[in-house]
């Protein structure tokens, strides 16, 4: 592979390529996410319309991160023989045209299986997005295009919740969901038409032996090791949050409606602003000044949650999303840094963990949440943000160590 620090060609802020190249990922992350996550504002009525417990419905979402983290390394691989943009191309597409189906689903259980072939073609946007920027965009300018491809998944989150919530308000929850993927379908032919051909990158025969030996590689880097941890545990936390706080304000002393709290999912772009403003500070300060301010933002705001205050959940709803998505900028583009080769399947190992984290908290928090209602959420989640803490501690010494050898 080329390194992007070396590679004359490879596109800076300002330039043409790099508008081009970063609208593209965003709005390939757009089409992704909104896929990803389009049954998240419908769980309370597909709990009600199939009369199934909270943790039975969040199926529909941790089945499908799920099918992701597992298909991810996979992905990654095949985008090492046949290109990055045809594997991302190919899976945007394959999910629009699944996602354009589920709305019919005749029963439940096809509609979860339905999801969790979704996650499995899905897998192919993050497994490469990251990679490809990694190639194209010069070092100097990587925490900004990150930022930038964050910022479009989380505008795809919010399109993916907020469609739905608001449809359903009017219609039913198929209505909703259809509403969701015709958007879905609308980025990925953004994406298609936007993308550029890959400038930097040499393919490499898909070899299992050389790709196992590549990602037990990374797994034995410490530090690389410590930003997968990061990635489960900060993912598992997010999604426990905006699966589960549905049921609590949908249900009394709130008794909001649908519409309503899917409200809520436009404070994904305070995540949009932190995640571009996080990369940009990145380049110029460092990852482990902006890690170490975004997680005790991100748990500030989850504290802030706890109160019976309408105002109060939403200012910590709002300050947790910004937290979370700045910290996931900041460990997503310092994988890149830290793997110097092989790039493809260190992002790929990053993704696994950030998916299988959505997929094993978010079914964690659904037991957590019928036991002991949002208190003992907020509780969980908590244990989950001092743990990327802790990591986040470990990364800053290592990297101290790693400066003082190299020095």
């Not at 709290?261 to 404070?267: D, T």
Request: hydrophobic residues 55%; proline residues 4%; charged residues 10%.
């Amino acid at each position: 592979m080329v390194s992007p620090a070396a590679a004359p060609t490879a596109h800076r802020v300002g330039s043409s390529g790099f508008r081009r190249v970063t609208a593209a990922v965003c709005c390939a992350g757009i089409a992704s996410l909104a896929g990803m996550y389009c049954t998240q504002a419908l769980l309370p009525a597909l709990s009600a319309y199939y009369r199934i417990s909270p943790a039975v419905s969040a199926l529909t979402i941790s089945l499908t991160t799920g099918m992701v983290a597992l298909c991810i390394v996979p992905a990654s691989v095949l985008s090492e023989r046949y290109g990055r943009t045809p594997v991302m191309l190919t899976s945007a597409v394959a999910s629009s045209v699944i996602g354009m189906l589920l709305p019919f689903s005749p029963n439940l259980t096809l509609l979860i299986v339905g999801r969790a072939l979704q996650g499995m073609v899905l897998a192919g946007v993050p497994a490469v997005a990251m990679a490809y920027l990694a190639e194209e965009v010069h070092s100097s300018s990587l925490g900004a295009a990150m930022g930038r491809y964050v910022a479009g998944t989380t505008v795809g989150g919010l399109i993916g919740r907020l469609i739905p919530s608001i449809v359903l308000d009017i219609s039913n929850w198929r209505v909703a969901l259809l509403a969701s993927s015709l958007t879905t379908l609308a980025a990925t032919v953004a994406f298609a038409v936007l993308v550029p051909r890959s400038r930097a990158f040499t393919a490499n025969a898909a070899n299992l032996g050389a790709t196992l030996q590549n990602l037990r590689t990374h797994l034995r880097n410490p530090m690389l090791f410590k930003l997968f941890s990061l990635s489960f545990v900060l993912m598992g936390g997010f999604v426990s949050v905006y699966n589960y706080l549905g049921y609590r304000l949908t249900a009394q002393p709130f008794g909001l409606a649908s519409s309503t709290v899917g409200l809520l999912f436009v404070l994904y772009l305070a995540g949009t602003w932190s995640s571009t403003f996080a990369g940009r500070l990145a380049d110029r300060r460092g990852r482990a000044f902006v890690l170490a301010v975004a997680l005790p933002v991100a748990v500030i705001g989850l504290l802030a949650t706890g109160p019976h205050a309408m105002g109060v959940i939403v200012a910590g709803l709002g300050v947790f999303t910004a937290g979370f998505f700045a910290a996931h900028t900041v460990a997503s583009g310092w994988v890149g840094a830290v793997a110097h080769h092989d790039r493809g399947p260190a992002a790929a190992l990053y993704m696994f963990g950030f998916y299988l984290g959505g997929s094993v908290g978010g079914a964690v928090g659904g037991l957590v949440y019928s036991v002991g209602g949002w208190p003992a959420t907020v509780t969980f989640v908590a244990a989950l943000l001092l743990t990327a803490l802790l990591l986040a501690g470990l990364l800053v010494r290592d990297n101290r160590s790693a400066t003082l050898r190299t020095a």
